[in-house]
């Protein structure tokens, strides 16, 4: 967070942040513009849409039927003609009704089309578990989205970087999918971890896509982590703290594209690397950084550990998804593994 | 509690008109003890029943003590937290 430079009073809570950036960008740009399931009137289930109806109305802050391959095909076609939608899943989970439009026009069509069009939207997506909302609501599935060429994808982890990461979404001439952890977001009913909640410059900033932020400094092992699990990794660091191990924590912020080279100095430096993630265990981010390193590094290893969903659907019961999501004593039990 | 005249106090100036419920909870703070804030900025954001509302400064000034932290309950009136005016 060194690219703070003036001093703030305020701090702000990730939903916060992300309406202050809409904002700003809808202010300062008539083709912005946002829908989806309950954007309007009601602020966004998880408050990413909190204040916008009342500032911009109907027109631009669009309620929509609920069928997401329609309105999100629409935000595709409106980009495509030189507006800046944004389009809201209400939960990632939700992506599958929408995936032809997601996966093959989003996606393709600047490719498609030979370079004649482009598609400057970004889709939101609420993502996350950890308050027993069962199997089909409570998914991250970054490495869903984080696999298919065309896409650019973001996970911020606190205010500062929802902020900086949305301004930079919204101005990309790409697609971006902006996943944002509904645990982080700062909801009364859904309480977040103490961190989220930062300081935030009343000015407008970007945070370019492709970097990672190392959160905390350390020695013996890289913990490379995003979202909801960067607070898991920063408790568990200061835990470890206490045994004598000093551990390094870096946040992706974009997985798309991926700040290897971030990954790759800590790791030559710690020799040891952890991945942690709230998505399903095979095929996902836990592997992609763990082939990157070994790709650009291998010699640098000695040893790696991953922490993430095992292969089954999340749990509705409370107990069984506190066990299946990885927490602060798995990521210290991984850490120790290295050690 | 020295009853220091320049001391005023921040509570929530309009209790939703449709809640039945006295009691809120404190859910963010936005602002430190220390923090210079002017009139009318958000300084906290409580929940009463299951509506949000925002806590704005009544003064420009310093937040000098908050009273009710995150998560702390409180009733219509009660004194959430102290400025002191610039």
């Known amino acids: ?339 | 509690m020295s009853g220091d005249d320049d001391r005023v106090a921040v509570t929530l100036a309009e209790w939703p008109d449709d809640a039945d419920s006295d009691e809120g909870v404190v859910v963010n703070w936005f602002v430190r003890e220390g923090a210079t804030v002017e009139a009318s900025q958000s300084l906290c954001e409580v929940q009463i029943e299951k509506v949000s509302v925002d806590v704005l400064a009544p003064v420009d000034g310093t937040l000098v003590e908050v009273v009710r932290g995150e998560d702390d309950e409180f009733e219509r009136g009660d004194t959430l937290a102290w400025m002191e005016e610039e």
């Open chain 1, 1 to 339: 967070m060194s690219q703070q430079t003036q001093r703030v009073e305020r701090e702000l809570t990730m939903s916060r942040a992300m309406v202050e950036a809409i904002a700003t960008e809808m202010r300062d740009d008539d083709e912005v513009f946002y829908m989806g399931e309950d954007v309007a009137d009601y602020g966004g289930i998880f408050d990413s849409t909190e204040g916008l109806r009342e500032e911009f109305g109907y027109d631009r802050v669009m309620d929509v039927p609920i069928s997401e391959t329609a309105y999100i095909g629409a935000a595709v076609g409106a980009a495509q003609l030189g507006m800046r939608p944004i389009a809201e899943l209400m939960f990632v989970d939700f992506f599958g009704v929408a995936m032809d439009q997601i996966y093959n026009q989003l996606a393709k069509n600047t490719y498609m089309s030979g370079g004649n069009v482009s598609v400057p939207m970004v889709l939101t997506a609420a993502v996350g578990g950890t308050y027993n909302d069962a199997a089909q609501h409570s998914q991250t599935l970054y490495g869903t989205f984080a696999h298919v060429p065309g896409m650019k994808v973001v996970v911020p982890s606190t205010a500062y970087e929802a902020k900086g990461l949305m301004h930079n979404a919204i101005r990309d001439d790409d697609p971006v999918v902006y996943m944002f952890h509904k645990r982080l977001m700062g909801i009364g009913w859904l309480p977040a971890p103490d961190g989220p909640k930062t300081p935030v410059p009343e000015t407008d900033y970007t945070i370019p896509f492709g970097s990672a932020d190392v959160k905390r400094e350390g020695d013996d092992v890289t913990v490379v982590t995003l979202g909801l699990h960067v607070h898991r990794a920063l408790e568990a660091a200061e835990n470890l703290a206490d045994g004598g191990v000093s551990a390094e924590v870096v946040d992706l912020r974009s997985l798309v594209p991926l700040d290897t080279d971030t990954i790759v100095e800590s790791v030559e430096k710690t020799g040891n690397l952890v991945v942690v993630d709230e998505d399903y265990r095979s095929f996902g981010v836990t592997g992609e950084v763990v082939a990157s390193v070994a790709d650009e590094a291998l010699g640098a290893l000695d040893s790696v550990e991953r922490v993430a969903v095992p292969d089954v659907p999340i749990p509705y019961s409370r107990p069984l998804e506190n066990e299946v999501v990885p927490d602060v004593d798995d990521i210290e039990a991984a850490v120790e593994r290295t050690q």
